[in-house]
């Protein structure tokens, strides 16, 4: 299958807790996005990424830092990070940033993956 694409935003129980109002929020947990609700990262932090340097990476994303930010900003960004692996020749990538963040630090998670050319065997 040539051109598939995963862009996925994890949601943890607890944090929808806190979403929801049914859990108190610690210190250190940012709230969640739902209903519009935004947060402010300070900085980005990216795994798994070995065919685009992380400095490209930051250079992306870099217009994100240091003001509110909503659920469809993340998925824009996520976007952007997956535009750019494409430009690159990478078919899938999935770009991962789970809803539990800590201390305005944003954690990307980067599954690079290539589909190779399939050949046909002669019959």
Do not use: C
Not at 62 to 89: H, R, T
């Amino acid at each position: 299958m040539l051109g598939i694409l995963s862009v996925i935003l994890i949601h943890s129980a607890p944090f929808d807790e806190v979403a929801q109002g049914t859990a108190v929020p610690k210190k250190d947990t940012e709230l969640s996005l739902k209903g519009g609700r935004t947060i402010v990262v300070r900085e980005i932090q990216f795994s798994g990424n070995n065919a685009i340097p992380t400095k490209q990476l930051e250079d992306l994303t870099s217009f994100y830092l240091n003001k509110p930010i909503a659920a469809a900003d993340l998925s824009e960004m996520q976007q952007k990070i997956v535009s750019l692996y494409k430009s690159k020749g990478y078919s899938q990538v999935k770009v991962l940033i789970p809803s539990k963040q800590k201390g305005g630090v944003l954690t990307v998670s980067i599954q690079e993956g290539r589909i190779m050319s399939s050949k046909k065997s002669p019959t």
